[in-house]
């Protein structure tokens, strides 16, 4: 039963000493509960992070082992390869309105080679060298923004991830990042 108490008093007969010891113990259950959940998320969530990190860390000890572009290239898809699909990736490099290949990764053929220039313009890594940030394709059989998906996807490549390079602050050219299969 529960009892109306205002300003002036309670208004019928005071709870037991039990009933009211039963209620905070019920409600305790119930937060003790949502805070266990909530504990379960937190640590989730902070072991995702640990592992990210992790692997940002063995990514950057990639990139600054060798010299060798195309070295680093292929050590650096070996690393992201225990996390997600990679079928084909590419370094390119920023000189004026072209963007030139300077490494490649390919499980099957790749529709570029070490040393094409291809225009700058309308490719996913100008967009990613003007945000700063990586532009993500999840399927480009649902279409294409840039008229590099398109060559993309006729090589079978059907998500791919321009992640902008930079290097002392300012943009120099991008990391390509494909897979065979959609959102991966």
Request: glycine share 8%.
């Amino acid at each position: 039963m529960r009892y109306n108490w205002v300003a002036g008093g309670p208004q019928g007969p005071p709870p037991q000493p039990m009933e009211v010891a039963t209620g905070a113990s019920d409600e305790f259950e119930a937060s003790s509960e949502d805070g266990r959940a909530s504990d379960r998320l937190l640590h989730e969530l902070l072991k995702k992070h640990e592992r990210e990190l992790a692997l940002l860390n063995e990514l950057t000890r990639v990139i600054t082992s060798s010299l060798n572009v195309q070295d680093v290239c292929g050590a650096f898809v070996g690393k992201l390869r225990k996390v997600m699909k990679v079928d084909w990736a590419a370094i390119v490099v920023a000189e004026n309105t072209e963007l030139v290949f300077e490494a490649l990764f390919a499980e099957g053929s790749s529709p570029w080679q070490k040393g094409d220039k291809i225009a700058i313009k309308g490719t996913g890594t100008e967009l990613a060298l003007k945000r700063r940030k990586a532009v993500y394709e999840a399927d480009l059989a649902c279409g294409c923004k840039f008229w590099t998906d398109e060559t993309l996807l006729k090589n079978g490549i059907r998500s791919v991830v321009y992640a902008p390079l930079i290097a002392k602050e300012e943009p120099i050219g991008g990391f390509w990042i494909g897979s065979t299969e959609p959102e991966s």
